[in-house]
């Protein structure tokens, strides 16, 4: 009888204050995408275009209470490639979220897990910008932080991020270093203060560590063999090997300054130092193995910049930013980012929105390969509308065109989009405790 009464004394313990507060949430949504693509692969000469259908059922349920919530989701994504069902895939998503808001203690923790399409992932900025084949993506993250107030101006906040990124590589994959499994960890403090009302600054220091291979590379040479009077030429096949490790420190100062009631301004600027080891083995049957280690140390930069302003008509949201990120590509990538969102409340129930971004994305190597080196650009612009046809439906129909360059290839691709989305999320009461 001791050990039950100890148990409900813990459970008792455990359960969170006020639960006579607890709300039990439950969010359906259903979408459904239509999608035409002139150069799906964003290939030089483009050989065909695509129709994509896309159907995402999703569930995102919970508890929300006084002073905590727990928030989880999952969505199903179909992907259907008509003319073209090798590019077929269903996508799995799920996460999990659960913040705690204490008198002076906050805690964040959310883990997710992913199976994504790399066609779909390749041109983010942890891609590396190679969407000629699909290659199933496996994505696992988890990012606890924690947060303390010194004062009612003063707080210290403690972060940790893991993400292991996977990919389901076939043989003989062409270009199987730009689908590199990695892993990246990173510890971060932070320290912010607020002067008043409008005005707050932050300093805060970081430490990640970056791990990248990929140890089984198809790979064909030409070598030229004496038969005694003729020398013949004969392609031989091997396999190569890459690996690349990184340890990076950031050191960083931010403020944010509210204007007025309808604008606010963000800005941070700091150094990163960061160590590289790189790695190639290089092997061929009957011929001695080749390998190269090469290793160097840089001092780069890191800014971000953000203008809000939102009023009754609409919103306009520009960023600006530069980071190191780990990628695909077998090593990491200096991001320059340029963004713009706009969006526009033409009546209560239509609106018109535009989307800018441009990537400048710089490989990291230390080994000088043309297949280690995916800096590119990328352009993105996208208009947009949305009619909201219920509280529960909406239609969306944008227009998207791409524009990305391999520098090192000196090869410039251009696609146009268009897309139609319904969308579906009933309005459900949550069910009170």
Excluded at 104 to 113: E, L, P, V
Excluded at 299 to 312: K, M, R
Excluded at 340 to 360: C, D, H, M, P, V
Excluded at 365 to 392: F, G, H, K, M, Q
């Amino acid at each position: 009888m001791k050990i039950k009464k100890d148990l409900l004394v813990t459970a008792m313990a455990l359960w969170p204050v006020g639960c006579h507060a607890l709300e039990l949430l439950l969010q359906p949504d259903f979408r459904f995408k239509e999608r035409y693509e002139d150069n799906l692969r964003l290939q030089p000469k483009p050989s065909r275009d695509n129709w994509i259908s896309t159907v995402s059922p999703s569930l995102t349920f919970g508890y929300l209470a006084d002073n905590n919530e727990l928030k989880s989701s999952f969505r199903w994504n179909e992907l259907i490639y008509h003319g073209e069902s090798e590019l077929d895939f269903s996508e799995k998503i799920a996460g999990i979220n659960h913040l705690f808001n204490g008198e002076r203690f906050k805690t964040d923790i959310s883990a997710n897990y992913a199976k994504e399409s790399s066609i779909n992932t390749q041109l983010d900025l942890t891609g590396s910008g190679d969407v000629q084949t699909l290659v199933p993506r496996n994505t696992k993250s988890i990012a606890p932080n924690i947060s303390y107030s010194l004062t009612e101006k003063d707080t210290v906040q403690f972060s940790f991020s893991y993400v292991d990124v996977a990919f389901d590589r076939k043989p003989n994959l062409t270009n199987a270093i730009r689908y590199s499994d990695y892993d990246n960890t990173q510890y971060s403090a932070t320290v912010s203060h607020v002067f008043n009302e409008q005005f707050s600054g932050n300093i805060s220091a970081s430490y990640a560590e970056f791990n990248s291979g990929n140890g089984n590379i198809p790979i064909e040479t030409r070598i030229f063999v004496s038969n005694g009077s003729t020398i013949i030429p004969i392609t031989i096949s091997g396999n190569q090997a890459y690996a690349q490790k990184s340890q990076t420190l950031t050191y960083q100062a931010g403020m944010q300054y509210t204007v007025n009631e309808t604008t606010q301004i963000a800005l941070s600027a700091g150094l990163r130092d960061t160590n590289t080891q790189s790695s190639s083995l290089t092997r061929f049957p009957g011929f001695p193995t080749n390998s190269t280690e090469q290793s160097s140390s840089t001092i780069g930069h890191v800014f971000s910049a953000n203008l809000l302003h939102a009023e009754e008509w609409g919103n306009l949201n520009l960023s600006a930013g530069q980071q190191l990120n780990p990628a695909s590509s077998g090593t990491q990538q200096q991001s320059t980012t340029f963004g713009l969102q706009s969006k526009y409340n033409l009546t209560e129930r239509l609106s018109a929105g535009f989307n800018a971004n441009y990537l400048i994305s710089e490989s990291q190597s230390t080994l000088n390969s043309a297949n280690t080196n995916t800096s590119r650009t990328y352009l993105t612009i996208s208009p947009n509308l949305r009619w909201r046809w219920t509280e529960d439906i909406d239609l969306d129909l944008s227009y998207t065109y791409r524009d990305r360059t391999y520098e090192s290839l000196n090869q410039t691709s251009i696609g146009n989009g268009l897309q139609l989305q319904f969308s579906y999320q009933p309005q459900i009461n949550r069910q009170v405790k």
